[in-house]
């Protein structure tokens, strides 16, 4: 019986890895909280976060002259995902930024007709 309990309990950790390397996040873990970006294929981005601390976070994607196209003030929340539409957004470039307690995490979106590419994480104070 302990053997069949091991087995399932490998089985099942080996299947939340497999998933988590399909969805090509890349989670950052600095600066206090965590965060991953990645996209659906569908105009949408999915940002998830956990923010152990319930600490007031900023989120905002604006392009690289400054026009703001979503953003969103999130607080008392110790786990967060959010889905944003880019549907509606031009082709360009663009800058996701989660900024929490002088913290700054922001991710480079490049969108093209065919194609939605997503940056690694870099993190400033």
């Given at each position: ?51 152990l ?15 703001v ?57």
């Open positions: 019986m302990k053997i069949v309990f091991k087995g399932l309990a490998f089985a099942s950790l080996l299947l939340c890895l497999t998933q988590v390397q399909a969805a090509n996040t890349i989670p950052s873990t600095d600066g206090g909280f965590l965060m991953s970006l990645t996209e659906t294929g569908e105009n949408l981005l999915v940002l998830r976060m956990a923010n601390q319930q600490v007031g976070t900023s989120v905002s994607l604006h392009d690289l002259d400054g026009n196209y979503f953003r969103e003030y999130i607080k008392d929340h110790n786990g967060y995902s959010m889905k944003v539409d880019i549907s509606a957004v031009p082709e360009g470039r663009y800058i996701m930024r989660v900024q929490q307690k002088g913290v700054n995490k922001t991710q480079v979106i490049y969108k093209s007709e065919d194609q939605l590419l997503i940056s690694h994480v870099n993190t400033s104070k």
